[in-house]
């Protein structure tokens, strides 16, 4: 089975930027649908971004659509999150899964995450 691990996260300003990266092992990902969920302190998980098993096609959160560029390298196993322009309100934990469908998870498994804190 496939795991993920998260990394990339931390503290920035608001206005400020990070990239954060899911690197996969024990299988490739080449042929899954993925994406990135965020979960805040007291909230519930929500869906930020997902690309196609091809990187043909992305979808986005309203929230983050314009700020945030999800991408995928086959050769590297891994999936990316550029985050530009970050408000507080994006503070959360970051997970990477397996997609179902644009913004579904294809089952309800979640590894550490990594932290990302925009301060104001």
């Known amino acids: 089975q496939v795991q993920l691990a998260e990394s990339g996260g931390g503290l920035v300003q608001a206005g400020g930027s990070l990239r954060l990266s899911c690197a996969a092992s024990?299988?490739?990902?080449?042929?899954?649908?993925m994406g990135w969920f965020r979960q805040a302190p007291g909230k519930e998980r929500e869906f930020v971004a997902s690309?196609?098993?091809?990187?043909?096609?992305?979808y986005y959160a309203d929230s983050v659509k314009g700020r945030f560029t999800i991408s995928r390298s086959s050769a590297e196993n891994t999936v990316y999150l550029q985050m530009n322009s970050l408000k507080p309100e994006d503070t959360a934990i970051y997970f990477c899964?397996?997609?179902?469908?644009?913004?579904?998870?294809?089952?309800?498994?979640w590894g550490q995450g990594t932290q990302v804190t925009v301060s104001s």
């Open positions: 024990g299988r490739t990902i080449n042929m899954l649908f």
């Open positions: 690309i196609t098993w091809n990187g043909r096609s992305t």
């Open positions: 899964t397996p997609m179902a469908g644009s913004s579904t998870p294809s089952k309800n498994y």
